[in-house]
């Protein structure tokens, strides 16, 4: 597919890798400002003095958190609204840390609903991305008129993060750069994302990706590194192509990648519990995960060492390896 050349032409200019001007209007950030107590009751785990904080755990950072983000998905492969997300942050807000709405999905609710969920999310300090939905509003023919109206609203709805995605686009670093300008001239924050799959974001066969070909890892080093400079805070890695819809995971792909780009910069898409699990395993609890929202459980029991997978988990039969943090003491 051709390139969607339209940025070009942008009234606003980004300084060769410098640094990015943003909106006089408050920003959300990736990782949010730390909430009222009220908001983010104390787990049992956490009260050493009435629950079980005399048991061993990985207590998470306080938010604004850096290392252990966990970013569940809003309504997508389930229909759900404000009530069902109320249950699932009243009982697990701890551990949350952002509300992606993947494939454009919030553009299909009543807008009274949208904003009762992002508010309900901010309430609890959740951040709330779009998803890759610019992909969609990419493709029209008043591309610049479009964009701007998208963004506008997207501020105006209560979104924090806008998530950058070109897995059925392609267009040339430049023009991510701009328009990762034009997200923080709004007052939004700009998450790109990146993968090696070309056609990755819309749940296609393993056979259809291998058809379509793959782009070197060095590619998304290259352009993670010049989105950091650019002042992104935080890069999402795409699923598609390295253990999603793949015949083998590609895993040396995610070793390249943490090589070069710092761990807390960047944000991994674990569609699988047999995915997040290999995350944990491989790079420790404190990784970036994005996940499903029913998964949030799962993980948060992998994050704290209280329970997993036989490999993952110490118990009097199985002694292979913990999710305990090692701390060391000279």
Not at 9 to 15: V, Y
Not at 26 to 54: C, I, N, V, W, Y
Request: proline share 5%.
């Amino acid at each position: 597919m051709s390139s969607v050349r339209f940025i070009a032409s942008l009234p606003t200019r980004l300084p060769r890798l410098g640094g990015l001007s943003t909106a006089s209007s408050p920003m959300r950030g990736l990782a949010t400002a730390k909430m009222p107590s009220e908001a983010s009751p104390q787990t049992l785990l956490q009260d050493k003095r009435h629950g079980f904080g005399f048991l061993r755990s990985n207590p998470l950072p306080a938010k604004p958190r850096k290392l252990g983000v966990t970013e569940i998905r809003g309504p997508y492969y389930s229909a759900y609204g404000k009530r069902h997300l109320q249950d699932v942050l009243e009982t697990m807000s701890y551990h949350v840390d952002g509300l992606k709405f993947a494939g454009g999905s919030f553009s299909l609710l009543p807008e009274r609903a949208l904003v009762e969920m992002i508010e309900l999310a901010h309430k609890h300090d959740v951040y709330v991305s779009t998803g890759g939905f610019i992909e969609h509003v990419l493709t029209h023919a008043d591309v610049l008129n479009v964009v701007d109206k998208y963004l506008k609203k997207c501020k105006d709805l209560g979104f924090d993060v806008v998530e950058l995605s070109s897995g059925f686009l392609s267009f040339p670093p430049d023009d991510w750069l701009r328009l990762i300008e034009k997200v923080h001239s709004n007052g939004l924050i700009a998450k790109p994302e990146l993968g090696i799959q070309f056609g990755a974001g819309g749940d296609t066969s393993a056979a259809e990706l291998e058809a379509a070909g793959q782009s070197d890892p060095f590619k998304v080093v290259s352009l993670g590194k010049k989105f950091l400079d650019a002042g992104v805070e935080r890069l999402m890695i795409e699923s598609e192509g390295i253990t999603e819809n793949v015949k083998t995971w590609q895993t040396d792909v995610i070793q390249e990648i943490l090589k070069d780009l710092p761990m807390e910069r960047v944000m991994f898409e674990a569609a699988d519990p047999e995915v997040f699990n290999w995350y944990i395993r491989e790079f420790g609890v404190d990784v970036n995960l994005f996940v499903d929202h029913s998964q949030i459980v799962q993980l948060s029991c992998l994050r704290s060492g209280i329970w997993g997978m036989g490999c993952l988990y110490v118990a009097p039969d199985k002694i292979f390896v913990s999710t305990f943090r090692v701390k060391f003491s000279l």
